[in-house]
């Protein structure tokens, strides 16, 4: 049975900093790009970042480049969102998601998702 369980979420001013974790079960973490997405109130899914070991690269949106980082511990079979400088606009409920397709953000190649965890950045 495929597991996500993300953790550290939370509220933090302007210019902090979270370390949100994706833990995963029932599956090979090496044989999936694996995306983290934000969905704030009233506005569409959008890809924040993603990793790929097999393709051994990472990727972020514009928005985020520079403050995030994306990281993957293969022996806990977890990932990472390192978010810092957050902004009140990087207010969202972040969800990682697993794709066997290449390193991108086509909401429709993840095929399973987290339950997502809010972050709130006040201003």
């Known amino acids: 049975e495929v597991q996500f369980v993300e953790s550290g979420g939370g509220l933090v001013q302007s210019g902090g900093s979270l370390r949100l974790s994706c833990a995963l079960s029932?599956?090979?973490?090496?044989?999936?790009?694996i995306g983290w997405f934000r969905q704030a109130p009233g506005k569409e899914r959008e890809g924040v970042s993603c990793?790929?070991?097999?393709?051994?690269?990472?990727d972020y949106t514009d928005s985020v480049k520079g403050r995030f980082t994306i990281s993957s511990d293969n022996a806990k079979n977890t990932v990472y969102l390192q978010m810092n400088s957050l902004r009140p606009e990087d207010t969202a409920v972040y969800y990682c998601?697993?794709?066997?397709?290449?390193?991108?953000?086509?909401?429709?190649?993840?095929?399973?998702w987290g339950q997502g965890t809010q972050v709130t950045v006040s201003s």
């Open positions: 998601a697993a794709s066997r397709g290449p390193i991108g953000y086509v909401l429709t190649e993840y095929e399973y």
């Open positions: 029932g599956f090979i973490l090496g044989d999936y790009t």
């Open positions: 990793i790929s070991k097999s393709e051994g690269r990472a």
